[in-house]
């Protein structure tokens, strides 16, 4: 077991084994989800999604992006909900406004170059406020969900959403962002921090409006050399998680692997993982720490059910205990759903 | 000093900094060149790029393959040439064709998906003889920079090959190939064979007409889980070093920081590495068994003169010793060249 703060002994007397193995308490078996288990996957969401003209449109829309979240509770047994949205959002309520092109990804047609374009921001609570949508669609959630599994909200770590904001949208190697580190570093950590102090509040309305537990993804993490990654990003992630002291939070640094001692230090409950990282190194790394969460190779998915089922014993076994199971990162939209149910399945009638 | 085997006594006793200091030799001051130095950084290759009318038909022009590998030993004052080619001239020597389209990069019309795809490959020598270009421009490079510097051959390593003949081009993923290893393991071992035959033959003719040291490039590496690459990566790099006894070799496993014990028992003298990994992990990781290639970020230059002098003696400092001075990657196209210029210079002016 591994010790809480006081504020969280709320999360370690739930009823619900999600938030109970978050705290750090001891549970029954491992709890699991899945990361992008709100979409592609099932048909209901793709269904549900030929509704709309774009994406943005179903984001912005709160009934529907809660029935995206409530479906994969619904179809797959999973024992925790995640609010259908995209960490973009973001940027576009601080003003920098993003188009999301179907197969390709989001392109800001604006990016941020220089102070001019950063003072022209709008953060903290004025942007927060643009972002009533996710807040009901949380609150609708809470409400339809009716205590079965616990909802977690989300967003952006500071440095992927700067990453998008320098750089226009997704990239090989985010050479632009990176750039900014080096030749502009102060500019660089004025952006983080007004990029921080959005997300602050967005993330406190989120657990205003039901959010009980909240995952920051870094999506980007893997990009910077360490020694910027302790620099850029490590003091934006420990900010937010002081601020939030009343959920358990997760920290999901993507490619991290070289900062993981360092992300042992937050003031978080839960650690992600991606797939490259064996459970021996990263439970060493966090020295027992923190809750790990992950990190099955989304790919063996694709591979026939008893394949599946080892793989997923495998890893279980190798994490042994304080352990929220997942997928190494979202699962790929083309995963036949019958390898989703038998991985969840493998997790759901395990022991410890 | 690291300790090298007898047929390597030759490159122990060069005149050449290079590869006296890949044999594990000491040396005054540590070699330098940058991956991609052949490249749109200089003037003049985009001047000589200019007169072909696609990327493929400069590369299969023996005498501007060879113009191209020299004009950095001149411009910049590198320590090593490497011979302007592409990886991916070995699956189109398979008899896998492919285009490779401006500004997004390979794509390949047909990709392996069975059986009989792989059964239809031609391997070996068969497939080696269609790369005569590359001799050619090997022997021609070799006679014009009359022993001025040591000229490095490469290949990409066999998983990295085998992950753009499934994938069909380049993807964020590689969710394709990483599919196959999988759901067809036996298919998968039977193609990376195939390649790891041909590559062989193909570097031993690639030594034959003048290569000095051989560089395996795993640029896909970091997508697999480390159960994964020891079981479809390491095994054919080791095959591949074990054919190649009388020069050095060099495996840069981009991403693979988790292989990186394994990596160090390969019978090749040097290791790449990223600019995510730390000199004092990878040092630790290889028990100072192999000479250490890397791993400036390539972000770093485009910072000012100052911050590059700084960043690079901040990295020469923390290898210390048995070091090939590069960046952790290949050189970003829109590098200014005075950066790399300084970046070299530092090295060039240091000693150890």
Same mark, same amino acid.
């Given at each position: 077991?591994?010790?809480?703060?006081?504020?969280?002994?709320?999360?370690?007397?739930?009823?619900?084994?999600?938030?109970?193995? /978050? !705290?750090?308490? %001891? &549970?029954?078996? +491992?709890?699991?989800? $899945?990361?992008?288990? *709100?979409?592609? #996957?099932?048909?209901?969401?793709?269904?549900?999604?030929?509704?709309?003209?774009?994406?943005?449109?179903?984001?912005?829309?709160?009934? /529907? !992006?809660?029935? %995206? &979240?409530?479906? +994969?509770?619904?179809? $797959?047994?999973?024992? *925790?909900?995640? #609010?259908?949205?995209?960490?973009?959002?973001?940027?576009?309520?601080?003003?920098?406004?993003?188009?999301?092109?179907?197969?390709?990804?989001?392109?800001?047609?604006?990016?941020?170059?220089?102070?001019?374009?950063?003072?022209?921001?709008?953060?903290?609570?004025?942007?927060a406020s643009h972002l009533t949508y996710v807040y009901e669609a949380l609150k609708i959630t809470k409400r339809e969900l009716a205590d079965r599994v616990p909802l977690?909200?989300?967003?952006?770590?500071?440095?992927?959403?700067?990453?998008?904001?320098?750089?226009?949208?997704?990239?090989?190697?985010?050479?632009?962002?990176?750039?900014?580190?080096?030749?502009?570093?102060?500019?660089?950590?004025?952006?983080?921090?007004?990029?921080?102090?959005?997300?602050?509040?967005?993330?406190?309305?989120?657990?205003?409006?039901?959010?009980?537990?909240?995952?920051?993804?870094?999506?980007?993490?893997?990009?910077?050399?360490?020694?910027?990654?302790?620099?850029?990003?490590?003091?934006?992630?420990?900010?937010?998680?002081?601020?939030?002291?009343?959920?358990?939070?997760?920290?999901?640094?993507?490619?991290?692997?070289?900062?993981?001692?360092?992300?042992?230090?937050?003031?978080?409950?839960?650690?992600?993982?991606?797939?490259?990282?064996?459970?021996?190194?990263?439970?060493?790394?966090?020295?027992?720490?923190?809750?790990?969460?992950?990190?099955?190779?989304?790919?063996?998915?694709?591979?026939?059910?008893?394949?599946?089922?080892?793989?997923?014993?495998?890893?279980?076994?190798?994490?042994?205990?304080?352990?929220?199971?997942?997928?190494?990162?979202?699962?790929?939209?083309?995963?036949?759903?019958?390898?989703?149910?038998?991985?969840?399945q493998t997790v759901v009638s395990s022991e410890w």
């Amino acid at each position: 077991m591994i010790a809480s703060s006081a504020p969280l002994a709320a999360a370690t007397e739930s009823k619900h084994l999600f938030l109970r193995a /978050a !705290a750090g308490a %001891a &549970t029954e078996r +491992p709890p699991v989800w $899945l990361m992008r288990q *709100a979409g592609r #996957i099932l048909p209901q969401y793709r269904a549900l999604r030929a509704n709309f003209p774009d994406f943005k449109a179903f984001v912005k829309t709160p009934e /529907a !992006a809660a029935e %995206a &979240t409530i479906q +994969p509770v619904d179809e $797959l047994g999973v024992d *925790a909900a995640i #609010i259908f949205s995209d960490i973009l959002v973001v940027p576009e309520a601080m003003g920098l406004d993003y188009e999301m092109i179907e197969a390709k990804g989001p392109r800001f047609p604006q990016v941020i170059e220089n102070q001019h374009d950063v003072a022209k921001l709008i953060s903290g609570a004025e942007a927060a406020s643009h972002l009533t949508y996710v807040y009901e669609a949380l609150k609708i959630t809470k409400r339809e969900l009716a205590d079965r599994v616990p909802l977690i909200g989300f967003a952006g770590a500071p440095w992927t959403i700067f990453a998008y904001m320098v750089e226009g949208g997704g990239s090989k190697t985010f050479s632009k962002a990176r750039r900014m580190l080096y030749s502009q570093p102060e500019l660089s950590h004025a952006l983080l921090q007004k990029i921080t102090d959005t997300t602050i509040v967005y993330l406190r309305n989120q657990v205003e409006s039901g959010a009980d537990l909240i995952q920051l993804f870094d999506s980007w993490a893997g990009e910077l050399p360490p020694a910027h990654y302790s620099a850029f990003s490590v003091p934006y992630l420990q900010q937010i998680c002081e601020a939030l002291p009343e959920v358990p939070k997760t920290v999901f640094a993507k490619g991290a692997w070289f900062a993981l001692e360092e992300l042992a230090n937050l003031p978080c409950q839960v650690i992600g993982l991606d797939w490259n990282i064996t459970p021996e190194y990263a439970k060493k790394a966090t020295s027992g720490k923190k809750v790990l969460q992950g990190n099955l190779d989304p790919c063996a998915l694709y591979a026939d059910i008893p394949t599946i089922e080892k793989e997923t014993r495998k890893m279980l076994k190798a994490f042994g205990s304080n352990h929220i199971v997942n997928l190494g990162h979202g699962v790929y939209p083309d995963t036949p759903l019958d390898g989703v149910r038998a991985f969840v399945q493998t997790v759901v009638s395990s022991e410890w």
